[in-house]
Nanobody, 129 residues
Framework: EVQVVESGGGLVESGGSLRLTCATS????????ITWFRQAPGKERDGVAC????????????YVADSVKGRFTISSDNGKNTVYLVMNNLKPEDTAVYYC??????????????????WGQGVQVTVSS
């Protein structure tokens, strides 16, 4: 059974930090790109950051959206099939439901939700001003 489970969301003040965790199971982690998306009320679901174990050698490769570059960092613990999103200097406009999703490795770096096969239930991140 495929599982994608996010955790770590919550309420934080502007300028604060959070770490989101995406724990996966039921598929071969190295064959998939793992991406964080976010969706604010009334807006499209946007890609935030992607980690691919199958691109870029033993350390994998990361892709980060321009909108959060310099503030958000994606990393992984391949032994645990887990991906993390560390969010620093959070702003009220970062408020959204954050989703973790998995796509086949050939979609590494894609932020098109249609390419993703498996999704988590999402976690709420709220940044107060």
């Amino acid at each position: 059974e495929v599982q994608v489970v996010e955790s770590g969301g919550g309420l934080v003040e502007s300028g604060g930090s959070l770490r989101l965790t995406c724990a996966t199971s039921g598929f071969i982690f190295d064959d998939y790109a793992i991406t964080w998306f976010r969706q604010a009320p009334g807006k499209e679901r946007d890609g935030v950051a992607c980690y691919s174990a199958s691109v870029g050698g033993s350390d994998g490769t990361t892709y980060v959206a321009d909108s959060v570059k310099g503030r958000f960092t994606i990393s992984s613990d391949n032994g645990k099939n887990t991906v993390y999103l560390v969010m620093n200097n959070l702003k009220p406009e970062d408020t959204a439901v954050y989703y973790c999703a998995a796509a086949r490795w050939n979609y590494s770096g894609s932020f098109d939700p249609r390419h993703y096969d498996f999704w988590g239930q999402g976690v709420q991140v709220t940044v107060s001003s």
